[in-house]
């Protein structure tokens, strides 16, 4: 059986990947920092949950013991928690080296070499660790996520009103999606495909987005244009966050919205 280590498989595209894996039969590690509490909903059972910092390297030799394929799905946003993106890749495709790992599969941003904007440069500079490692390595770069786009919508709900970047396009996609395509490159026996891009299945400007959170979260109040200035939002505007070749994913905004307001619902006590 494959043995497959997620780093930062407790992380909201990391448990899908994990879900995904187990689905597939593979033997599942995951790496992260912190433990999840066991009532955790991005707790699987039937996977192997061990802690180490990637940045630190302590633990890492454990956790990369008799694995056959990592998947890196970590993240880092903030000030030194970036160098989770690239001092931890140099350690993770070291370690990977050394410990015989056969494949590492990078999970990255569709067009992402192409911004300067710090985040992406520092996912960059991930990429290019991946590429020159000894280890055979693919990237599957993704669209946004649609909990990307749905952040902004909720983060105006307490005053009422829904944010939308003004003149930006999307195709977002469901990490259930990502993680679909991140497993099946992962336990693949063809040679690795280099950079693959993958989008979710729809086009859709945030103003037509913000009509569909609308609708299935009940919201009301002004829809604020809001400008987006500097290299992200010429990006976001341009349509350079596309891949419309590429709609793999399955799971459209509304459907996706529609399950995640129906999973928030609060119980109805039948007493
Ligand atoms: N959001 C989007 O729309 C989008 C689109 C395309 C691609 N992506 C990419 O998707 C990836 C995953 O994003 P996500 O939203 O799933 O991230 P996330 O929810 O923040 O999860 C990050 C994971 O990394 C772990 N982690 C962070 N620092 C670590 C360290 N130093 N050592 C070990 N583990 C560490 C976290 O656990 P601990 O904190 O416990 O360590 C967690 O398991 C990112 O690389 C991002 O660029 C995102």
Redesign the pocket.
Known sequence: MTRVLV????????SAVVAECLARTADVR??????LPPDSPRRHLAAQYL??????GEGLNTALADVDVVI??????LGS?R???TT?AQNLAAGAAAAGVRRLVL????NVDEVEFS?YQA?TA?ETIYRESRVPAATV?????H??VTAFFDAGRKLRVTPRIRGAKFQ??A?AD?ARVLVDTALSEAEPPGIRNIGGPEVLGMDAMARIYRQFTGVRGPVVPVPLPGPLGKFFRSGGNLTRKNAVGKITYAQWLEAREAESLPAVDLR
């Open positions: 780093a930062g498989g407790t992380g909201l595209v990391g995951v790496v992260s920092r912190h433990s802690q180490a910092d990637v940045t630190g890196d799905v970590l993240d880092g946003k928690a160098r989770t993106l931890g999970l990255s941003i569709v985040y996912k991930q770069r993704s669209t946004q996520f909990e990307f977002t996609i990490v990502v």
